[in-house]
């Protein structure tokens, strides 16, 4: 079965910081989901990677695909009392989709003031 | 607005009682999911289902079960039979086929008296 793992596990940063959040798999990632979310509550979907090399951005957020396809990375830039919470990534466990999800373990970030 | 509904936020289970925990969506998606979240483990899928009238066991459906009688609809119980309930449960959806980012509700926390 296909596991990821996420490090750091946790992680305080100053505002205005940037970091960096990596998942990395013990097999190729056909799907790599980035989400994030606040302690009790749901999950908010940040964004979605496909193809080996890709990058996406939203924001301040910038999500990376490795071109072997065994590992994520999310840089946050200028961090922000905003982006304080969980993230975790997940990853599709077929190779045509098919829904299923495997998640991480999280990395919890704080941003002090 | 659409979304996924999750009721009640929190519950309380009394020893060898059955009790449900409620996902409705109006996001017109074919899949929907449960998961359970423990602290440092992430999220476990619970159960799945593609489709109305048809649902899979994921990876730690023991002591728990679902129903999928109509498309809104994906409600979970947790029986007697499960020795360990108290964790956090996440109910999500996505479309169907192909990879698709699957939507979370904001979770319901069981708790046992």
């Known amino acids: 079965s296909q596991e990821l793992e996420q490090s750091p596990q946790s992680l305080i940063v100053q505002e205005g910081k940037n970091l960096t959040i990596n998942c990395t798999s013990s097999k190729t990632l056909y799907g790599l989901y980035w989400y994030k979310q606040k302690y009790g509550e749901g999950l908010i979907f940040l964004m979605m990677?496909?193809?080996?090399?890709e990058e996406k951005s939203h924001e301040k957020i910038t999500a990376k695909l490795d071109e072997k396809k065994q590992q994520s990375s999310l840089h946050i830039t200028a961090s922000q009392p905003s982006h304080a919470g969980i993230y975790l990534c997940g990853a599709d466990t077929l190779t045509g989709g098919g829904n299923k999800l495997t998640f991480g373990t999280g990395t919890q970030l704080k941003v002090e003031l | 607005d659409g979304g996924i509904t999750q009721s009640p936020k929190y519950l309380f289970r009394k020893e060898g009682q059955n009790v449900t925990l409620s996902c409705e969506q109006n996001l017109n998606h074919d899949a929907m999911y449960w998961y359970r979240q423990d602290p440092g483990q992430g999220l476990r899928l619970i159960y799945y289902?593609?489709?109305?009238?048809?649902?899979q066991k994921g990876d730690i459906a023991e002591g728990y079960s679902v129903s999928r009688e109509k498309k809104e609809s994906f409600p979970l119980t947790v029986t007697s039979a499960q020795k360990n309930p108290t964790a956090f449960y996440l109910c999500?959806?996505?479309?169907?086929?192909?990879?698709?980012?699957?939507?979370f509700g904001d979770g319901t926390r069981l708790s046992i008296l």
């Open positions: 999500a959806s996505s479309i169907s086929g192909g990879r698709q980012p699957q939507h």
């Open positions: 289902s593609q489709i109305v009238n048809d649902f």
């Open positions: 990677l496909q193809k080996g090399g």
